[in-house]
Structure formats: structure tokens, C-alpha cells
T-cell receptor, first 113, second 115 residues
């Protein structure tokens, strides 16, 4: 079935270090993946996306890696800052499901000053 | 643009009462989504519309929930009658809805408490 899974991880990192948040997805038919950031009391906010024909995409301080062989997605945040503290969700879109995306359970990132 | 607008931001009601949540999507966006977020179940898609037409309502929990989109700039999610287990944060999101563009813009959410 359709599912994107994070196994309830909480990640604590020191300010200035790099963060890596992982995500496993189960549907090999998914062709588009998105990372969202949700700060306390706010709605999720788009960070970066990647299509299945790519294995890496970089943004400002963020990099998403896609390994279709093992159905794994990761978000790397360089030089983590206190403002990066939030819950991060990966989401997948099935090629046949138009606009519908399925969100994973999320990872809580805490940055230690 | 003001982004996706939701009202009310907070709603406290008693079990059995009707609750109506409102959403104004970003102008020009063709797709609108309703989500529910709880600690136990995470972020769940309830229903989504494209060009005001419901496309997938498989996430709607039961008949007590209904959603409408009478025009491109307004949608409602109604719960009647409400129950304590409906307590959650309800998000509305919109997207351009064109092929290859899936970024969703979320509203601030409505925090619903049913006592």
C-alpha cells in the first residue's frame, strides 16, 4: 500500500553541525518526493523536492538524496542553526495520483546552541 | 498574497455540536487539500479538490465529516455531530494543481477542541 515511514525519531544536533534526517518509503511507483518543515504552531512549509529521475538535489544549506534501490530518502542540513529546530516531514507523490501526496510521521530536530 | 487563510484559528465546542472550518486558498491555485494532524496519527489527508471538484475523499473518517468547495476561493470542512476524538489541528493547503507542480502551501491551521 501507500506509505511513507519515519520511525518516530528525534534528532538533537549541536549548532553548526550537519544534520541528516532519513525517510523510508514503500511504494516503488512514487516518482516525486518532497521535504516539509513544520515549526511549532505553524503549518508545514515546503523545503525542497526531488524527482525520481534524480538522485541528488541541492538547495540553500539543504541537500536531498534519493536512493530508489532501497527506497530511501534523506535530507541533509548544513551548518544547522537554532532556526532549523522543527519537525521535518518527507512526502511522496504517486505518478498516478495527480496532486495527492502521502506524508510520513515526521522527525523532530532540536538544535543545541 | 496573504497565503492560505483559515478560520477560525481556534475552536472549542461541546460534543454533539456542529463545527464548520473555513479555508481561502491562494488565488490562482487549482487544488485544495484538507488535512488533520494529531500526535497519534500524524498528518492525514482527508480530502482534496481540483477545480472545485472533489477528487479523493478516501481519507474522510466517516459520514460526520463533509467538505464543500462552492467556488475557487472558498472551501468548508464540516463536522456534525462533533466528538472528542475529532480534536486535532486541521490544515488547509492549496497548490497550482498543474502537472509536475505539487508544492502545497499550508494555512496556519485550526485547532479544534471538542469537550
Amino acid at each position: 500500500g501507500e506509505s511513507v515511514g519515519l520511525h518516530l525519531p528525534t534528532l538533537s544536533v549541536q549548532e553548526g553541525d550537519n544534520s541528516i534526517i532519513n525517510c523510508a518509503y514503500s511504494n516503488s511507483a512514487s516518482d516525486y518526493f518532497i521535504w516539509y518543515k513544520q515549526e511549532s504552531g505553524k503549518g508545514p512549509q515546503f523545503i525542497i523536492d526531488i524527482r525520481s529521475n534524480m538522485d541528488k538535489r541541492q538547495g540553500q544549506r539543504v541537500t536531498v538524496l534519493l536512493n530508489k534501490t532501497v527506497k530511501h530518502l534523506s535530507l541533509q542540513i548544513a551548518a544547522t542553526q537554532p532556526g532549523d529546530s522543527a519537525v521535518y516531514f518527507c512526502a511522496e507523490n504517486l505518478k498516478t495520483s495527480y496532486d495527492k501526496v502521502i506524508f510520513g510521521p515526521g522527525t523532530s530536530l532540536s538544535v543545541i546552541p | 498574497d496573504a497565503g492560505v487563510i483559515q478560520s477560525p484559528r481556534h475552536e472549542v465546542t461541546e460534543m454533539g455540536q456542529e463545527v464548520t472550518l473555513r479555508c481561502k486558498p491562494i488565488s490562482g491555485h487549482n487544488s485544495l487539500f484538507w488535512y488533520r494532524q494529531t500526535m497519534m496519527r500524524g498528518l492525514e489527508l482527508l480530502i482534496y479538490f481540483n477545480n472545485n471538484v472533489p477528487i479523493d475523499d478516501s481519507g474522510m473518517p466517516e459520514d460526520r465529516f463533509s467538505a464543500k468547495m462552492p467556488n475557487a476561493s472558498f472551501s468548508t470542512l464540516k463536522i456534525q455531530p462533533s466528538e472528542p476524538r475529532d480534536s486535532a489541528v486541521y490544515f488547509c493547503a492549496s497548490s497550482l494543481g498543474t502537472s509536475g507542480t505539487h508544492e502545497q502551501y499550508f494555512g496556519p491551521g485550526t485547532r479544534l477542541t471538542v469537550t
